[in-house]
């Protein structure tokens, strides 16, 4: 017998990294380069001490009603998070229960499978198409549920409506769950199914557009019976997973709807300038509707002037870009590893990592 025999065992999610340095070109966790809207900052001044002496509202009840007002969605199909992740989590644990697989794409967002392997939940990747794209009709074989991320990461790929429609329709005994942390940036939610699907369930954050990754707030819309499952397995874990602060700020950023458009929209433009420039310089990359680019280099790998590393391009661009402060991600795996990771930053930032790939190409 050993002290270990008895734990359990996960190989962890690695997140992109976060260097101490502030003066670095972060682009390699898809963070909104803009700060939110200065009713943000309104809010947390004004939380008083007194106020955080309590335990916050268990329901979250202030932040539910704001997004109901926003979505136009009833507040008992509403259940909130600390981030999408804790939203996900929560929900592989509550949902994803049978003896069949759970249903993801072969590249996708590497967190299901940590959950699943924690939660001893059987799963099955779906090899993409050629182009990236979700095969709608291998989600129709035998399973225990379905996650995928539209548009999907990192790949930035949408998937339209019908295909979502058909993947939902095609499966009513099982949870199909849509991580649209991306979906502001281009694509159209699946919230308009939510009256006709009551085994969806639709996953979405302030992480990425409205710019409050460092706060932690994630949500999700489904049918009344679905939330009302996720808040019986939430409520056995932790009551109190939104603090005061999250709840207000979340609030608050919901109340600031013109700033939230605008800052998306310089992104969507700062993203489609990028995609010209990049190809320009040799990359592909599927075309993307989210705040990232998924792009691989299509020259010699020999003929980079970056300092020597091992591997394909992409390690080796990674590598140079980083010594240059630029931080973009770059995924080791085989199907990933001759590509990089490229979140959109404001312009400046976009022409710094624009000016460091040039002086490394050939
Ligand atoms: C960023 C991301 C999330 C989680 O973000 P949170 O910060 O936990 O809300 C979930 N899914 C995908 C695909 C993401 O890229």
Not at 93 to 111: D, N
Not at 160 to 173: C, F, H, Q, R
Not at 303 to 324: C, F, I, N, Q, W
């Amino acid at each position: 017998m050993s002290l270990e025999e008895n734990f359990r065992r996960v190989e962890p999610y690695v997140p992109g990294e976060q260097p101490a340095e502030t003066n670095v070109v972060k682009l390699n966790t898809n963070e909104n380069p803009y700060p939110p809207s200065p009713l943000v900052q309104k809010a947390l001044t004004g939380l008083s001490l007194q106020e955080l002496r309590r335990y916050p509202d268990p329901e979250a009840g202030r932040l539910r009603e704001a997004l109901a007002e926003s979505y136009g969605v009833e507040k008992e199909r509403i259940f909130v998070g600390v981030g999408s992740d804790d939203v996900l989590s929560m929900a592989f644990l509550t949902f994803f229960h049978g003896k069949a697989p759970v249903l993801f794409p072969e590249i996708t967002y590497s967190f299901y499978d940590v959950w699943a392997s924690l939660y001893e939940i059987p799963f099955k990747k779906i090899p993409l198409t050629e182009s990236f794209k979700l095969d709608a009709e291998a989600f129709m074989q035998t399973n225990g549920g379905v996650v995928f991320p539209n548009p999907n990461a990192p790949t930035g790929v949408l998937e339209s409506l019908d295909t979502v429609e058909k993947i939902a329709a095609g499966n009513p005994d099982v949870v199909v769950i849509v991580d649209e942390a991306y979906i502001d940036f281009g694509g159209e939610s699946a919230l308009p199914l939510l009256d006709r699907y009551e085994n969806l369930l639709i996953v979405q954050t302030f992480s990425k557009s409205r710019a409050l990754a460092g706060m932690r707030i994630g949500f999700a819309f489904g049918s009344k019976e679905l939330i009302r499952a996720l808040n019986d397995v939430k409520f056995s874990v932790n009551s109190y997973t939104m603090s005061r602060a999250a709840i207000e700020v979340g609030v608050a950023s919901l109340a600031d709807e013109a700033y939230f458009k605008e800052s998306v929209e310089k992104i969507v433009a700062t993203r489609e300038r990028v995609k010209k420039e990049l190809s320009a310089l040799g990359f592909v990359f599927p075309d993307s509707a989210a705040n990232f680019l998924f792009a691989r280099y299509t020259g010699a790998a020999d003929a980079l002037r970056s300092v020597p590393a091992e591997g394909t391009s992409a390690r080796r661009l990674y590598e140079a870009l980083k010594r240059d402060g630029v931080y973009v991600r770059y995924f080791a795996s085989p199907k990933l590893a001759d590509r990089l990771r490229i979140s959109i930053g404001t312009d400046r930032e976009m022409d710094v990592l624009l000016e460091r790939l040039r002086a490394h190409l050939p």
